[in-house]
């Protein structure tokens, strides 16, 4: 099963490709920001902000109560360990 994850924005990677730094639990991986970027000024402005992250993409941004909420309930179900797993092995 895919789902999406929240991670916050820690910094812009290639600004010309719409990459971006994300931080899932401690994992940080470069994530496509190209479905959030027209929503702001810059793609700086979008540093510090919380998104939801799918197949390597930030599908929309959201805030951090949200996200936390999420992580939370994720966590009951066990489901982050498996994602975040996923996530390190795609980093190689």
Do not use: N, Y
């Not at 812009?12 to 990459?19: E, G, K, M, T």
């Not at 799918?54 to 992580?71: K, N, P, Y």
């Amino acid at each position: 099963m895919c789902l999406g994850i929240p991670g916050k924005i820690v910094a812009i990677s290639d600004a010309v490709q719409l990459l971006g730094i994300v931080d899932v639990g401690g994992i940080q991986r470069s994530v496509d920001l190209s479905c959030v970027a027209q929503d702001f000024a810059s793609l700086d402005s979008l540093i510090g902000h919380w998104v939801l992250v799918h197949v390597g993409f930030a599908m929309s941004v959201i805030d951090e109560a949200e996200a936390q909420a999420t992580l939370a309930v994720l966590t009951e179900l066990g489901q982050v360990q498996e994602e975040l797993i996923a996530m390190q092995e795609g980093q190689s």
